[in-house]
């Protein structure tokens, strides 16, 4: 099982996220433009408190390693999750990731998942890796992608929301024998926003 040990990069830091850093999601969470690109985890919170409630009952739940990804100076900018954990099978699904607007198109998430893959596959012994997001969030999509994972599928009618909506759920993965050239692909994107 992960044991939730800080994961450490150049740029970043991931720790995982406990009650005293819940109240700084609070600015990520309620940005209305996270939820216009096709966020749809949950609704966006109206306040502080609502927010607190809210992250504890999406991220502080039984079964997940959620970290919070901090730059090197402590600053929140995010976080992600290791989450549907599956020993037997060996696999395991890294998501629920939502970064502030002004840390997107950044090396903080290449950097992050660079940290979060390399603990599944070379510590975890993983096979799989899946990522998961919504149809309509096209700009978690070409995140996904340009981590070098393959679309596997879509889930079609996959998600209830509160709204009423049905979600399509598409489905990626990077597999061990990848591992390799998406470990050379991320670490040369990290040259590249280091240059």
């Given at each position: 099982m992960p044991d939730g040990q800080p994961l450490v990069g150049t740029g970043v830091r991931l720790e995982l996220l406990g009650d005293d850093a819940v109240d700084e999601l609070y600015p990520l969470l309620s940005d209305p433009q996270v939820y216009a690109d096709g966020y749809v985890m949950h609704r966006r919170p109206?306040?502080?408190?609502?927010?607190?409630?809210?992250?504890?009952?999406?991220?502080?739940?039984?079964?997940?390693?959620?970290?919070?990804?901090?730059?090197?100076?402590?600053?929140?900018?995010?976080?992600?999750?290791?989450?549907?954990?599956?020993?037997?099978n060996e696999s395991i699904h890294l998501g629920a990731t939502l970064y502030g607007r002004r840390w997107w198109g950044t090396a903080v998430n290449p950097e992050a998942k660079l940290l979060l893959l390399t603990r599944a596959f070379e510590v975890l012994g993983c096979v799989a890796v899946e990522f998961r997001t919504h149809w309509h969030n096209r700009r978690s999509r070409r995140a996904i992608e340009a981590l070098g994972a393959k679309q596997d599928g879509v889930l079609r009618n996959q998600d209830l929301w509160q709204d009423g909506t049905v979600r399509d759920v598409v489905v990626y993965s990077v597999i061990d024998a990848e591992w390799p050239t998406v470990r050379l692909g991320l670490r040369e994107r990290l040259r590249a926003y280091a240059s």
């Open positions: 109206v306040s502080v408190e609502d927010s607190r409630a809210l992250a504890t009952s999406r991220f502080l739940v039984a079964g997940r390693v959620v970290y919070a990804i901090r730059l090197v100076d402590g600053t929140l900018v995010g976080t992600s999750s290791l989450l549907e954990i599956d020993l037997a």
